[in-house]
């Protein structure tokens, strides 16, 4: 190759045969470049199942490129920073210009950006068309808000991209959001028959990769057993058809139940395909659109569903690169605390975290609300290190890259950004997940008791919380009951939870 030709840089994320990088690809000049680096998996201590969906994505999209003639380099298995990688690459061909698509994290932009500075490379870096809301078009939106909420920003999506509005530009069904007829518990006998998510069956290559990532990364965390998650487009799009089809109807009034061995109940179980570049939002969105029309479906499962793909997901990662590097180091309440060594293994007295963390080691996966509401909740109210639990949730879930995971936790779980998008700390006591789930009947500790042996643990730190932020509290209309309702507990009830607390804040690995 002369130094005119172009390599074109895939990243394990960006596997979409339509995205930006390989818009003007010619074959004659141009070549891509794909790495499999173990730094990927090591710079957080990934589940088994992250590594395996990711390379046997990656194997599977250059194998397609390979049918579809693409001239590619296909690097298995290295050590070395996809980066050194790459320098390497572009030193012994000697070309100098790379084109890319920007990466979703942070650290591997301005890696690309510092290696193309060092050897003085035409750095082509696109920006990902996948996403329906460009850089310029979310800074134009936030720039004259004075708060950034996501329901405004939501409001403008639908509206500028017609989804789910009428003619006259009015919402359908007359208003923005269905949430109050979303969000119920199962029914106290449980949640019934659930139609399974769809299934895969292992071909040659993941099949291979599950025995790698098994030999070499098996002191890594989480189980391969379960692995069934969509490897290849053609999967990611039976999984979508099989969600609009058998599970949407109900996604929207079970959103944020929670059940013992229920572990993907309604919802989608989208993301990881999404996040791989699989799955495009737009046909997502359209194919729950069809399926509300053909099935006649509540229209507040679709908004619903809907609001999370435009709304959330578009949000999120329009705060992500607005707010980086600095959403990263932000540590509002300044805690300090270490995670827990039972994040790692689910061996916890209590039923709720026992549940959302075991599924998360058989899967790679937990729902929304098990990661707000039990895990996020548990690790804002027992004050730990935000870094450390960005990195858990990074490491852990299939679906983690940094521009979504970041935001969802450091942000929303963690309010480590004192609120920027978010109008109140989502913290709440074990009343809430009593209410959501089933997890307290099978645990050792009682929701309802807030100090003592048998006090839960979410209970007590979560008046703990309260007293300890007792003015802040105090001072938003959004959180201003919250303090009225500590305000009815007696004082010397107070001071037995702090004492309680304090004591299960100094044992957190005990618990
Ligand atoms: C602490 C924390 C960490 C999270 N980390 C990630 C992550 O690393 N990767 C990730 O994709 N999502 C993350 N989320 C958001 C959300 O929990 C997952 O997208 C969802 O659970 C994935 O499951 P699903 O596909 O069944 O989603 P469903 O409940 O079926 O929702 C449909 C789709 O909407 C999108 N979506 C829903 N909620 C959000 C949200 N808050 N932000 C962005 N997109 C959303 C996802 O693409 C999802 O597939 C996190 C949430 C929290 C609270
Ligand atoms: S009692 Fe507390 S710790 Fe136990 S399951 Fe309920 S909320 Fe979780």
């Not at 017609?162 to 449980?190: A, C, H, I």
């Not at 769809?198 to 098996?218: H, N, W």
């Not at 729950?288 to 809907?306: C, M, N, P, R, T």
Request: some cysteine.
């Amino acid at each position: 190759m002369s130094c005119q030709n172009r390599l074109v840089l895939i990243l394990g994320d960006q596997l979409d045969l339509q995205g930006a990088a390989l818009r003007d690809f010619d074959p004659k000049t141009d070549e891509v470049i794909m790495i499999e680096s173990a730094n990927e998996a090591k710079y957080v201590w990934s589940h088994k199942a992250k590594i395996a969906l990711f390379l046997s994505a990656m194997r599977h999209f250059a194998a397609d490129l390979e049918r579809q003639k693409y001239p590619i380099t296909y690097i298995r298995e290295a050590s070395l920073p996809i980066v050194d990688i790459l320098k390497e690459q572009l030193l012994k061909r000697k070309i100098t210009r790379l084109v890319c698509v920007e990466p979703g994290e942070w650290r591997l932009k301005l890696a690309l950006e510092a290696l193309a500075q060092d050897l003085h490379l035409e750095l082509e870096m696109r920006e990902d068309d996948h996403f329906y809301c460009s850089h310029q078009e979310f800074l134009a939106w936030a720039s004259n808000k004075k708060e950034l909420r996501l329901e405004y920003f939501y409001r403008l999506m639908r509206k500028t991209h017609g989804v789910l509005v009428g003619e006259d530009g009015n919402p359908e069904g007359g208003q923005w959001n269905f949430d109050r007829d979303n969000r119920k518990p199962y029914p106290k006998k449980g949640p019934g028959i659930i139609d399974p998510p769809a299934s895969f069956e292992i071909d040659e290559i993941t099949g291979e990769v599950l025995k790698y990532v098994t030999r070499v990364y098996k002191d890594h965390p989480g189980s391969l057993d379960a692995f069934n998650w969509p490897v290849t487009r053609s999967q990611a799009l039976e999984a979508l058809h099989h969600f609009v089809e058998y599970r949407l109807r109900y996604f929207g009034i079970f959103e944020d139940a929670m059940w013992t061995d229920t572990p993907f109940g309604w919802h989608s179980v989208l993301s990881s395909s999404l996040n791989l570049k699989l799955l495009n939002p737009r046909e997502v969105v359209d194919a729950v659109i069809v399926a509300w029309k053909k099935y006649s479906l509540d229209l507040s499962a679709v908004e619903g569903f809907v609001r999370q793909i435009l709304g959330w997901r578009e949000f999120v990662r329009g705060m992500y690169y607005m707010d980086m590097p600095k959403m990263a180091q932000d540590n509002y309440y300044e805690h300090k605390r270490a995670l827990p060594k039972w994040y790692w293994t689910g061996q916890t007295n209590m039923s709720c975290m026992k549940d959302a963390i075991g599924q998360t080691l058989q899967y790679g996966y937990a729902h929304h609300i098990q990661r707000l509401m039990v895990t996020g909740n548990f690790a804002l109210l027992a004050e730990i290190l935000p870094t450390e639990v960005c990195d858990w949730y990074l490491a852990i879930y299939v679906d983690a890259i940094e521009w979504v995971e970041l935001p969802n936790t450091a942000g929303m779980a963690l309010f480590a950004n004192g609120g920027r998008f978010t109008s109140k700390p989502y913290i709440a006591s074990g009343a809430y997940i009593k209410r959501m789930s089933n997890y307290c009947g099978s645990c050792k500790y009682k929701p309802e008791i807030r100090f003592g042996e048998s006090a839960c643990p979410i209970t007590t730190l979560y008046w703990n919380f309260l007293i300890k932020h007792r003015p802040q509290f105090e001072a938003s209309p959004r959180t201003k009951l919250m303090t009225a309702n500590l305000n009815r507990i007696s004082k010397d009830d107070q001071d037995a939870i702090e004492i309680h607390a304090q004591k299960i804040l100094n044992h957190l690995d005990g618990l």
